[in-house]
């Protein structure tokens, strides 16, 4: 059952269906793991790039992402709404900056990014907290994707 705000997006405007990751974000359990999953066939796509065409698609996400979670924020009518969810694609994306090729490194990144999105450590917390709207929605997560970057890197620096 999708809630009632998220009936208020309109799915048909690419927007809309971007915030919500293609629909992910409307499941009515776990939106913003869901999200994250639907990060992945995305970062797949474009994994085989060098880095620093990576990152500028990922910076180019993260500008648009902030007009992208607002539109959603305005639609909605309420700030930071769970089923908003492409801040975790985006998010997913700066963990995976030069991560090993395999599965078992998109799995990590997955847990990784999951883990610093839901348990918001320091500073993470202290930003989603003061800083609202499109850029903070997207704000948060880049952060807990380099939190989990910098992990991805140091466990492939370790184990390779």
Same mark, same amino acid.
């Given at each position: 059952?999708?809630?009632? @705000?998220?009936?208020?997006? #309109?799915?048909? #405007?690419? &927007?809309?269906?971007?915030?919500?990751?293609?629909?992910?974000?409307?499941?009515?359990?776990?939106?913003?793991?869901?999200?994250?999953?639907?990060?992945?066939?995305?970062?797949? *796509?474009?994994?085989?790039?060098?880095?620093?065409?990576?990152?500028?698609?990922?910076?180019?996400?993260?500008?648009? /992402?902030?007009?992208?979670?607002?539109?959603?924020?305005?639609?909605?009518?309420?700030?930071?709404?769970? /089923?908003?969810?492409?801040? @975790?694609?985006?998010?997913?994306?700066?963990?995976?900056?030069?991560?090993?090729?395999?599965?078992?490194? &998109?799995?990590?990144?997955?847990?990784?990014?999951?883990?610093?999105?839901?348990?918001?450590?320091?500073? &993470?917390?202290?930003?989603?907290?003061?800083?609202?709207? /499109?850029?903070?929605?997207? *704000?948060?997560?880049?952060?807990?994707?380099?939190?989990?970057? *910098?992990?991805?890197? *140091?466990?492939? #620096?370790?184990?390779?």
């Amino acid at each position: 059952m999708i809630k009632p @705000e998220l009936k208020r997006l #309109n799915l048909k #405007n690419p &927007i809309h269906l971007l915030a919500v990751g293609f629909g992910a974000g409307l499941s009515p359990k776990a939106p913003g793991t869901m999200g994250t999953l639907v990060a992945i066939p995305l970062y797949l *796509l474009v994994s085989g790039l060098s880095t620093p065409w990576f990152v500028a698609l990922l910076v180019l996400g993260f500008v648009a /992402g902030i007009h992208i979670c607002q539109s959603a924020t305005d639609a909605i009518g309420m700030d930071d709404h769970g /089923g908003i969810v492409w801040d @975790e694609v985006i998010g997913f994306g700066v963990t995976m900056i030069a991560a090993p090729a395999g599965w078992i490194w &998109i799995l990590a990144g997955f847990l990784l990014f999951r883990l610093f999105d839901v348990l918001k450590p320091w500073p &993470i917390s202290w930003f989603d907290r003061r800083i609202h709207g /499109g850029i903070g929605i997207m *704000l948060d997560d880049v952060i807990a994707g380099l939190f989990a970057l *910098l992990c991805m890197q *140091l466990l492939a #620096n370790w184990l390779i």
